[in-house]
C-alpha cells in the first residue's frame, strides 16, 4: 500500500473504534441531542473531512454533481435528523469502498509498471580513444558504439559489431525463451544481456527506438476509449444530476400532500446514498486497464479499449500466408537428382552457382550444402530476370533457376511439380536434377487457427503466392477460404469486399506482418501485426502488436479481449439493476440507510473485484 492508503486505513480503523465507542456511551447513558452529536463528530470528521472539503471545492469550481457531493449531502443530512450513527456509517464504509478501489487501480497499475521497467537508463557510449563513459539513452547519436555489459539492458537500436550473447525479450514478448545474437545480428531496445559483452553500433536515436514507441503506446493506451467507457462516462454526466433532483422531488413533494417531512427527508437521503455511480464509474475503466495491462505483460500491446471491445466482437480472421503463418524462411525439402547424380553433388552445385546472391531461395541452397563450395570455383556469374543464374562451375557452363531457365540453355530437365518453388540444376549441357524449396509452417500455427475456430470466428488467408502453394497452407492449418496470386492493391479490395459481407456488429481483424501490409491493417477494423519485434511499420500501423511471431498469441489475445468485455457487461447489468431495486425500496420506505450502504459501498466492491480478475491472466503457453 502507498502512505495516502495507509493514511486512509489508520484514519479508518480510527473512526470505526470511536464509532463503537460513542454507540456504546450513548447506549449506557441517556445524552442529550447534542451530547450524542458531539460524540458522533468526532469520527464523522476523522473520516470525512476530505469528502467535504471536496465537496465544497467542487461547489466552488461549479462541478457539483459528483459522489463527494452525493455522500456529503446525505451524511450531513443523516446527522442533522439525528441518525448519528447512521450518518458516520456510511461515511466510514464509503472510505472503506474508495480504499479498496484504490488499492485495485494501484495494482491494475504497476502491471502496467512492470512493462515501464524496459526503459533504460543510461548507454555505456564509446569515446574515439575506446574508454566508455555513462551517458542518458537520448544523448547518443545515430552511428556511434555502447558497450552493453551481462546483465545490463539494451538501451537503444542497433547492430551487434562485436560479441555473442543470449538476449532475454520477456519484456518485450512474455516468453521465457534467451535469443542469441552474433556480430551482424540486429539487436533491439529492451533486452536483458544474459551473458556475454556486446559491441553495439546504434542505429536510431532514442526516440524512434522500439522500447520508446512501446512506451508511448502502452503509456497513451487509455486515451482510446471503449464505447463502454464513453457510455458510462456519458451516463454519469446525466444520471448524477437526475438523482440529485429527484432525491430533492422526494423529499418536497410527497410531504407537500401527506405530510410526514422528516420521514420524506430521510428516505431522500437514502435514496442520494443508494444512487451513487461510483460502481460502475470506478469498475468499467479498470476492467479495460486491467485487460490492456494483462496483455501488455504476454507482449501483446493493445493501443486502446476500444481496439480491446473490437477484438472481442471478431468474427473474421484475415491473414497474410509469409511471415505470419509460416516462416518466411526458405528451406530445401526435397531433393530429386538426375543421369547418376546424387542429392549432395545436386546441392553443391546449386550452392556454387548461387555464391554470390543474396535472394532468399540462394540462401537457403547454401545453407542445405554439407560443405560450402569455394566461391572462386564460379566465374562468369549473371543473374538473369524471371529465370535463375548462370555461371561457369569449374570452367564448365552450369545453370541453376526455373524452368525458362532450362529451356534457355536448350537443357532437356524432368518437370517436377512439387508445391513450392522449384529450382532445376543443370552443368555442361547435362540436367543434373531438381530442388523443391517451400516455406516452412510456424510451429503453432495449426494451433492458433484451432483456437479461432474454437472461438467461432472464420478464418481467411490472403497471398500473393501461387495458388497451388496457398491450398497446401490452407489445408494443412484448417483455414477457411483462401485467395492466391494477389498483389498489395488486391488484397486490400478483397478486405473491403470482406468488410462488406461481415454480419453486422461483428468486427473483421488482419493479421499481417507489418511491413508490407500497413494499407490493409490500417484499413481493418482491427489490425494486428505479427512478427513484429523491432519493427517500426507494424507499430505504426497496426491497432494490436504482437511482439514476437507467435501466432498462438492471437487466439489468447481475442479469449482476453472476450472475457474483458464479458466483465464489462457483468458490472453494468449488476451495478444498474441492484441500483435501481434499492431506489424503489428506499423510495417507499423500505430500504433503511444501512441497505443504502450495502447498494453503494457494497455494490461497488463486488463489482471491483470482478473487474480485478483481468489481472489474472493466464500466460500463453
Given at each position: 500500500?502507498?502512505?495516502?492508503?495507509?493514511?486512509?486505513?489508520?484514519?479508518?480503523?480510527?473512526?470505526?473504534?470511536?464509532?463503537?465507542?460513542?454507540?456504546?456511551?450513548?447506549e449506557?447513558?441517556?445524552?442529550?441531542?447534542?451530547?450524542?452529536?458531539?460524540?458522533?463528530?468526532?469520527?464523522?470528521?476523522?473520516i470525512?473531512?476530505?469528502?467535504?472539503?471536496?465537496?465544497?471545492?467542487g461547489?466552488v469550481?461549479?462541478e457539483?454533481?459528483?459522489?463527494?457531493?452525493?455522500?456529503?449531502?446525505?451524511?450531513?443530512?443523516?446527522?442533522?435528523?439525528?441518525?448519528?450513527?447512521?450518518?458516520?456509517?456510511?461515511?466510514?464504509?464509503?472510505?472503506?469502498?474508495?480504499?479498496?478501489?484504490?488499492y485495485?487501480?494501484?495494482?491494475?497499475?504497476?502491471?502496467?509498471?512492470?512493462?515501464?521497467?524496459?526503459?533504460?537508463?543510461?548507454?555505456?557510449?564509446?569515446?574515439?580513444?575506446?574508454?566508455?563513459?555513462?551517458?542518458?539513452?537520448?544523448?547518443?547519436?545515430?552511428?556511434?558504439?555502447?558497450?552493453?555489459?551481462?546483465?545490463?539492458?539494451?538501451?537503444?537500436?542497433?547492430?551487434?559489431?562485436?560479441?555473442?550473447?543470449?538476449?532475454?525479450?520477456?519484456?518485450?514478448?512474455?516468453?521465457?525463451?534467451?535469443?542469441?545474437?552474433?556480430?551482424?545480428?540486429?539487436?533491439?531496445?529492451?533486452?536483458?544481456?544474459?551473458?556475454?559483452?556486446?559491441?553495439?553500433?546504434?542505429?536510431?536515436?532514442?526516440?524512434?527506438?522500439?522500447?520508446?514507441?512501446?512506451?508511448?503506446?502502452?503509456?497513451?493506451?487509455?486515451?482510446?476509449?471503449?464505447?463502454?467507457?464513453?457510455?458510462?462516462?456519458?451516463?454519469?454526466?446525466?444520471?448524477?444530476?437526475?438523482?440529485?433532483?429527484?432525491?430533492?422531488?422526494?423529499?418536497?413533494?410527497?410531504?407537500?400532500?401527506?405530510?410526514?417531512?422528516?420521514?420524506?427527508?430521510?428516505?431522500?437521503?437514502?435514496?442520494?446514498?443508494?444512487?451513487?455511480?461510483?460502481?460502475?464509474?470506478?469498475?468499467?475503466?479498470?476492467?479495460?486497464?486491467?485487460?490492456?495491462?494483462?496483455?501488455?505483460?504476454?507482449?501483446?500491446?493493445?493501443?486502446?479499449?476500444?481496439?480491446?471491445?473490437?477484438?472481442?466482437?471478431?468474427?473474421?480472421?484475415?491473414?497474410?500466408?509469409?511471415?505470419?503463418?509460416?516462416?518466411?524462411?526458405?528451406?530445401?525439402?526435397?531433393?530429386?537428382?538426375?543421369?547418376?547424380?546424387?542429392?549432395?553433388?545436386?546441392?553443391?552445385?546449386?550452392?556454387?552457382?548461387?555464391?554470390?546472391?543474396?535472394?532468399?531461395?540462394?540462401?537457403?541452397?547454401?545453407?542445405?550444402?554439407r560443405?560450402?563450395?569455394?566461391?572462386?570455383?564460379?566465374?562468369?556469374?549473371?543473374?538473369?530476370?524471371?529465370?535463375?543464374?548462370?555461371?561457369?562451375?569449374?570452367?564448365?557452363?552450369?545453370?541453376?533457376?526455373?524452368?525458362?531457365?532450362?529451356?534457355?540453355?536448350?537443357?532437356?530437365?524432368?518437370?517436377?511439380?512439387?508445391?513450392?518453388?522449384?529450382?532445376?540444376?543443370?552443368?555442361?549441357?547435362?540436367?543434373?536434377?531438381?530442388?523443391?524449396?517451400?516455406?516452412?509452417?510456424?510451429?503453432?500455427?495449426?494451433?492458433?487457427?484451432?483456437?479461432?475456430?474454437?472461438?467461432?470466428v472464420?478464418?481467411?488467408?490472403?497471398?500473393?503466392d501461387?495458388?497451388?502453394?496457398?491450398?497446401k497452407?490452407?489445408?494443412?492449418?484448417?483455414?477457411?477460404e483462401?485467395?492466391?496470386?494477389?498483389?498489395?492493391?488486391?488484397?486490400?479490395?478483397?478486405?473491403?469486399?470482406?468488410?462488406?459481407a461481415?454480419?453486422?456488429?461483428t468486427?473483421?481483424?488482419?493479421?499481417?506482418?507489418?511491413?508490407?501490409?500497413?494499407?490493409?491493417?490500417?484499413?481493418?477494423?482491427?489490425?494486428?501485426?505479427?512478427?513484429?519485434?523491432?519493427?517500426?511499420?507494424?507499430?505504426?500501423?497496426?491497432?494490436?502488436?504482437?511482439?514476437?511471431?507467435?501466432?498462438?498469441?492471437?487466439?489468447?489475445?481475442?479469449?482476453?479481449?472476450?472475457?474483458?468485455?464479458?466483465?464489462?457487461?457483468?458490472n453494468?447489468i449488476?451495478?444498474?439493476?441492484?441500483?435501481?431495486?434499492?431506489?424503489?425500496?428506499?423510495?417507499?420506505?423500505?430500504?433503511t440507510?444501512?441497505?443504502?450502504?450495502?447498494?453503494?459501498?457494497?455494490?461497488?466492491?463486488l463489482?471491483?473485484?470482478?473487474?480485478?480478475?483481468?489481472?489474472?491472466?493466464?500466460?500463453?503457453?
Open positions: 500500500m502507498t502512505k495516502k492508503q495507509k493514511k486512509t486505513l489508520y484514519r479508518i480503523i480510527a473512526a470505526a473504534v470511536l464509532l463503537v465507542a460513542a454507540a456504546v456511551v450513548c449506557l447513558a441517556a445524552l442529550p441531542w447534542w451530547a450524542q452529536l458531539v460524540l458522533h463528530l468526532a469520527p464523522y470528521l476523522v470525512g473531512y476530505d469528502v467535504l472539503r471536496k465537496a465544497v471545492l461547489i469550481h461549479g457539483v454533481f459528483d459522489e463527494n457531493f452525493l455522500m456529503a449531502i446525505a451524511t450531513v443530512g443523516a446527522m442533522a435528523v439525528g441518525e448519528y450513527r447512521e450518518g458516520v456509517a456510511v461515511m466510514l464504509f464509503y472510505q472503506v469502498g474508495e480504499l479498496f478501489q484504490s485495485a487501480v494501484g495494482k491494475s497499475r504497476r502491471s502496467i509498471a512492470a512493462l515501464m521497467d524496459i526503459r533504460p537508463d543510461s548507454a555505456n557510449l564509446e569515446n574515439p580513444d575506446g574508454s566508455l563513459r555513462t551517458v542518458s539513452p537520448e544523448e547518443v547519436p545515430v552511428g556511434a558504439a555502447i558497450v552493453v555489459r551481462p546483465g545490463e539492458r539494451v538501451p537503444l537500436d542497433g547492430v551487434v559489431l562485436e560479441g555473442s550473447s543470449s538476449l532475454n525479450t520477456s519484456a518485450l514478448t512474455g516468453e521465457s525463451v534467451p535469443r542469441t545474437v552474433r556480430p551482424g545480428d540486429e539487436v533491439i531496445s529492451g533486452c536483458v544481456n544474459a551473458d556475454g559483452l556486446l559491441r553495439i553500433q546504434v542505429r536510431k536515436p532514442y526516440g524512434e527506438s522500439t522500447v520508446a514507441k512501446i512506451l508511448d503506446l502502452v503509456e497513451n493506451s487509455s486515451l482510446k476509449k471503449a464505447r463502454a467507457e464513453n457510455f458510462i462516462t456519458k451516463f454519469a454526466r446525466y444520471y448524477t444530476p437526475a438523482v440529485c433532483f429527484a432525491a430533492l422531488a422526494l423529499a418536497v413533494v410527497p410531504p407537500l400532500f401527506a405530510g410526514q417531512w422528516s420521514v420524506w427527508f430521510t428516505r431522500a437521503l437514502t435514496f442520494l446514498v443508494i444512487s451513487c455511480p461510483c460502481a460502475l464509474v470506478i469498475s468499467i475503466p479498470l476492467t479495460f486497464f486491467g485487460g490492456i495491462g494483462g496483455a501488455s505483460r504476454q507482449g501483446i500491446l493493445i493501443k486502446g479499449g476500444n481496439y480491446l471491445e473490437a477484438l472481442a466482437h471478431t468474427q473474421t480472421a484475415v491473414f497474410d500466408k509469409t511471415g505470419t503463418l509460416t516462416r518466411g524462411v526458405f528451406a530445401v525439402e526435397r531433393v530429386a537428382p538426375a543421369n547418376g547424380h546424387t542429392a549432395d553433388e545436386v546441392v553443391a552445385l546449386a550452392a556454387l552457382v548461387e555464391s554470390y546472391s543474396s535472394h532468399p531461395i540462394s540462401k537457403s541452397l547454401r545453407a542445405a550444402c560443405q560450402l563450395p569455394d566461391p572462386a570455383r564460379a566465374a562468369d556469374v549473371q543473374e538473369v530476370a524471371g529465370q535463375g543464374v548462370r555461371a561457369l562451375a569449374d570452367g564448365r557452363p552450369a545453370g541453376v533457376g526455373n524452368a525458362r531457365l532450362m529451356q534457355a540453355m536448350g537443357v532437356d530437365f524432368v518437370p517436377d511439380d512439387g508445391v513450392g518453388t522449384v529450382v532445376y540444376v543443370a552443368c555442361g549441357g547435362q540436367f543434373w536434377g531438381s530442388i523443391l524449396i517451400a516455406d516452412q509452417l510456424k510451429p503453432t500455427a495449426a494451433g492458433a487457427i484451432a483456437g479461432l475456430k474454437a472461438q467461432g472464420r478464418t481467411v488467408m490472403l497471398t500473393g501461387s495458388a497451388a502453394v496457398a491450398d497452407v490452407a489445408a494443412d492449418l484448417g483455414i477457411d483462401v485467395h492466391a496470386g494477389l498483389l498489395p492493391a488486391d488484397k486490400v479490395s478483397r478486405v473491403e469486399q470482406l468488410l462488406a461481415k454480419p453486422a456488429k468486427s473483421l481483424a488482419f493479421v499481417g506482418d507489418g511491413i508490407n501490409d500497413a494499407p490493409v491493417l490500417m484499413r481493418a477494423d482491427v489490425g494486428i501485426a505479427m512478427g513484429a519485434l523491432g519493427s517500426d511499420a507494424a507499430i505504426e500501423a497496426a491497432d494490436v502488436v504482437l511482439m514476437d511471431d507467435d501466432p498462438a498469441k492471437l487466439s489468447a489475445a481475442m479469449r482476453l479481449a472476450r472475457k474483458c468485455m464479458r466483465i464489462v457487461y457483468e453494468i449488476f451495478a444498474l439493476g441492484i441500483k435501481a431495486a434499492f431506489l424503489v425500496l428506499g423510495a417507499v420506505g423500505i430500504a440507510m444501512w441497505w443504502a450502504v450495502f447498494a453503494d459501498v457494497g455494490v461497488m466492491v463489482a471491483v473485484l470482478n473487474a480485478m480478475r483481468m489481472l489474472a491472466v493466464e500466460k500463453t503457453k
